[in-house]
């Protein structure tokens, strides 16, 4: 140990212009041209949107002009076609939490198994899009306001509050505004105008190892509801107007689709395989056998039917 008057060695110096840990996985390079061709094939991006100016130079994606325009389409896009699931609480050994770039983006659009994943894994697959096109994005936790899940449909219920930091949003600067991003809340995530605050949050900027924290929670703490529950929601969009009008969702044994705020088809699974196959049809999750293997233990053990 050196004593008090030996020179002490000084910490790696920091660029000015950053806040990263050094070799946080934040400095991984961006998505290449053909990854990020790869993920626009994966959320079924119209071509027309790949004239956006931004494609050729890359600046004008910080600009509201003609940064806005391909932001909404890619998260329109992106909610249309990439599901909101809990599937990698369920499906493995010990849950996979960890928010590592290059292994969510190997799941959602390279395995092509149609998964997706909670608020860490796609908030986290789109922030990096976006900054391999030139975005300024800054990603930060939420406390979800409990008026906007499902607990506030039961009885007892004793009007709202917010959990703790365990959603992961992104901020999207444009023309010096920021604008929330967010593809990972499911169908009770901010749609159009919102009359109920949907969650809180600051403008402190999280590492990934801040949000494998924040994921570490949500996917094996007994009081993340994510821990007890198996559900998918898929955003339906109406192709000529590119609009959002309704979801699909599944939540432990119940299937429901969801057209302009009014029900229109529901039905329950009796059992597991009926789960599994209404995965692949309404979600286009194609389970491995061995996801099958820990989800059909998950599901015996903790979901079992409820009519």
Not at 110 to 135: A, I, K
Not at 201 to 213: I, K, Q, R, V
Request: with cysteine; charged share 20%.
């Amino acid at each position: 140990m050196a004593s008090p008057s030996s020179p002490q060695s000084s910490p790696p110096a920091l660029p000015a212009d950053t806040t990263e840990i050094p070799g946080s996985r934040f400095s991984l390079p961006p998505y290449s041209p053909a990854q990020l061709q790869a993920y626009f094939e994966r959320i079924s991006l119209p071509a027309k949107h790949l004239a956006s100016p931004i494609f050729k130079c890359s600046s004008l994606a910080r600009s509201y002009a003609h940064g806005m325009p391909i932001l909404a389409a890619l998260v329109c896009h992106h909610q249309a076609e990439v599901p909101f699931e809990t599937l990698n609480a369920h499906c493995y050994p010990s849950p996979r939490y960890k928010t590592d770039l290059l292994q969510i983006y190997q799941s959602i659009v390279t395995d092509g198994r149609g998964r997706g994943g909670p608020c860490t894994v796609q908030n986290s697959l789109l922030g990096n899009v976006l900054r391999s096109l030139g975005f300024e994005v800054i990603e930060t936790a939420a406390r979800v306001n409990t008026a906007c899940q499902a607990i506030a449909s039961t009885p007892g219920y004793k009007g709202p509050s917010y959990n703790c930091w365990d959603h992961k949003v992104l901020m999207v600067v444009l023309s010096g505004q920021r604008y929330l991003v967010d593809v990972g809340m499911g169908a009770r995530g901010p749609e159009g105008s919102l009359w109920i605050p949907v969650y809180a949050f600051g403008e402190m900027e999280f590492l990934p190892e801040d949000f494998d924290a924040l994921a570490y929670y949500c996917f094996t703490n007994p009081r993340s509801w994510m821990v007890h529950n198996l559900v998918a929601i898929r955003f339906i969009l109406d192709s000529a107007t590119e609009e959002l009008i309704g979801d699909v969702s599944l939540s432990g044994t119940k299937l429901k689709r969801t057209i302009r705020g009014k029900v229109d088809h529901e039905e329950h699974c009796h059992t597991y395989r009926e789960r599994v196959e209404v995965l692949r049809k309404h979600f286009g999750i194609e389970l491995t056998q061995d996801e099958d293997k820990f989800l059909g233990q998950f599901v015996a053990k903790t979901m079992a039917p409820k009519l």
